[in-house]
């Protein structure tokens, strides 16, 4: 067994489930499945129970869960140990991104860090903004971009870098090109397709019980490039930050509706814990992290970095 099978491992007893830890691992799924068995082989008990519908860890799996954590855990300490000799910062920092992030926020991000800092790596996670503050709890990311909490929390530091406004999109060959009326009409009376979570999606259950709408939701889904994909296929009208739509794979193709003013704007930016954690390298790695995210500035929709 080398690292890279514990840590696929570590994942896999995670999530429990083969195709997304695959993709996490960046592995195929029968691959995945090929090397747990080669684990099994070498240790001679099984580590998981698996079925059609579930897996679960069996009790070997849970010892050795431990150890696969404890054995990680010191070949970083002993990583970190050897740079901490080296005067120059290097290290992986983990980032938890949304697809949109990915060419919108994060390049003039990487751009500056890579010239500031070449030896720091990314490793970056990419999945629905809404959960971004989960990733930053569990210890998943060290940074994470999304749209910065409404309220202060005081366990995050939060950096705004633009601000978007939430608007309904549709697609230009589909049947919801022009809509007219009050936003209550509108929600009413057109089919939506909404996030399930996060804070637009907040944003539009508090409003409609203020209003006491009764909307017409035909789809949910996770992330905003889903909600597009399902609003390309005509279904309805899909809630997301103009962003996406400006700078997005679907720039083409959709008409954007105003959302008015009863659903605000995003403000996007990085998320990170206020206190600094880790041993001396990764502080050293969120020092260098803080001056060039600190160096991008505030911005305003449409602005470029």
Not at 130 to 152: H, N, Q, V, Y
Not at 223 to 252: D, F, Q, S, T
Request: include cysteine; hydrophobic fraction near 40%.
């Amino acid at each position: 067994m080398d690292f890279n099978e514990l840590q696929a491992f570590l994942e896999l007893s995670s999530t429990l489930h083969f195709a997304r830890t695959a993709e996490k691992v960046n592995l195929s799924p029968s691959a995945l499945s090929r090397m747990i068995s080669r684990l099994e082989e070498e240790l001679a008990v099984p580590l998981f129970e698996r079925d059609k519908r579930e897996v679960s860890l069996t009790d070997e799996g849970r010892k050795f869960a431990d150890f696969a954590r404890l054995c990680l855990e010191e070949k970083n300490q002993l990583v970190s140990s050897l740079a901490e000799s080296d005067s120059e910062i290097r290290g992986t920092l983990h980032v938890y991104a949304s697809v949109t992030a990915c060419y919108t926020i994060m390049p003039p991000f990487i751009k500056k860090l890579n010239a500031l800092y070449p030896s720091i790596q990314i490793s970056v996670e990419t999945g629905d903004p809404a959960g971004a503050p989960s990733a930053i709890r569990e210890g998943r990311a060290e940074l994470a971009i999304a749209a910065i909490p409404e309220t202060k929390i005081d366990l995050f530091d939060c950096i705004p870098l633009r601000t978007s406004p939430l608007v309904f999109a549709a697609s230009s060959t589909g049947p919801y090109t022009e809509i007219s009326g009050s936003p209550q009409d509108i929600v009413s009376s057109v089919p939506l397709i909404l996030p399930k979570a996060g804070l637009a999606r907040q944003r539009f259950d508090a409003w409609i019980k203020s209003r006491n709408v009764h909307p017409k939701i035909v789809a949910e889904s996770e992330g905003n490039e889903a909600v597009m994909a399902l609003a390309a296929l005509g279904l309805g009208i899909g809630l997301v930050p103009r962003i996406v739509l400006e700078y997005g794979p679907y720039k083409e193709g959709f008409v954007c509706h105003s959302a008015g003013n009863a659903l605000g704007f995003y403000n996007i930016g990085f998320i990170q814990l206020a206190k600094a954690s880790g041993n001396k390298v990764q502080k050293r790695i969120r020092e260098a992290v803080n001056s060039v995210l600190h160096s991008l500035g505030g911005l305003s929709d449409g602005t470029d970095f």
